[in-house]
């Protein structure tokens, strides 16, 4: 009698299992490895190990802050098909995406740094070249004309030009 009770009370729960597709519970991250796009979470109710919990399928991944709280999904109630829906505190997100807007895209895309700063070295190779042909006429007609003087002005007001700074040009925070 007591074997059929335990069969009855095994196919019930394999029925109730079949009944919920996805569970959730909540948990604290524990390690993650993001070169696998994994985590290692304990769940905060009962103290379980999570291992092997994916942190996305393909488009989206999140690396979840160590020590967070997060919410998993398991498949089937199976501890081995879990993954991240969500969590507190994130560290990076990788998006594989041939196009991301953000905020509307009222502010264009994104630039590309190193073509940029190609082109402000051309535009600060240009300035010095007309600053340099500029200064050599300037310098002979003023010699002809006022004996000097307006080349020593221009040459006083072109020696306070700068040139672009561009090492501060990238924001290492978002990369594409």
């Not at 240009?126 to 006429?137: C, S």
Request: net charge negative; aromatic share 4%; proline share 1%.
């Amino acid at each position: 009698m007591g074997d059929k009770i335990r069969q009855l009370t095994d196919s019930l729960k394999e029925m109730a299992k079949r009944q919920v597709k996805v569970t959730t519970a909540w948990v604290t991250v524990k390690a993650v490895d993001w070169d696998e796009k994994t985590m290692t979470a304990t769940g905060l109710m009962d103290d379980l190990d999570y291992n092997d919990v994916l942190l996305g399928i393909g488009s989206v991944y999140t690396k979840p802050k160590q020590g967070t709280k997060a919410l998993i999904g398991l498949i089937e109630n199976q501890d081995a098909a879990t993954f991240l829906i969500e969590c507190e505190e994130v560290e990076e997100m990788l998006i594989n995406s041939l196009q991301i807007t953000f905020n509307d895209g009222n502010n264009k895309g994104l630039v590309k740094v190193d073509p940029l700063k190609t082109e402000l070295q051309k535009l600060n190779t240009n300035n010095t070249i007309l600053k340099n042909a500029a200064a050599a006429a300037i310098t002979t007609l003023s010699g002809l004309l006022d004996g000097g003087a307006t080349a020593t002005t221009f040459n006083t007001a072109v020696a306070g030009m700068q040139t672009q700074n561009l090492t501060q040009l990238e924001n290492d925070k978002v990369k594409h």
